[in-house]
Nanobody
């Protein structure tokens, strides 16, 4: 059973940076896609960034392109989300997700099998 633990959230001012981490344990070998999603109060869940663990191809939502970077450290079985130039509209609970295969749409949460518990990111103006 794959287990995800995400961490690294916090409170920062606009323009600041944070790095989120997602540690993967148990059955890492069956995971082919990792992603970060976020959900702000009153809003739908949004796919933020995706990485295909084999070829390391990445996908980003338009709202974060050029500011966020998803990366992986295979030795540590950890996926990161580096967030720069943060804006108040980035405030949300961020969730790590993993898929056994390749979701039809990288930003569609229904294609993912495992989820972290979430970590809060708050950006003040």
């Amino acid at each position: 059973q794959v287990h995800l633990v995400d961490s690294g959230g916090g409170s920062v001012q606009a323009g600041g940076s944070l790095r989120l981490s997602c540690a993967v344990t148990g059955g890492v070998y069956i995971v082919n896609t990792m992603a970060w999603f976020r959900q702000a109060p009153g809003k739908e869940r949004e796919g933020v960034a995706t990485i295909y663990t084999g070829g390391r191809k990445t996908y980003y939502a338009d709202s974060v392109k050029g500011r966020f970077t998803i990366s992986q450290d295979t030795a540590k079985n950890t996926v990161y989300l580096h967030m720069n130039s943060l804006k108040p509209e980035d405030t949300a609970v961020y969730y790590c997700a993993a898929a056994r295969w390749y979701p039809n749409s990288p930003s569609d949460g229904s294609g993912y099998n495992y989820w972290g518990q979430g970590t809060q990111v708050t950006v003040s103006s």
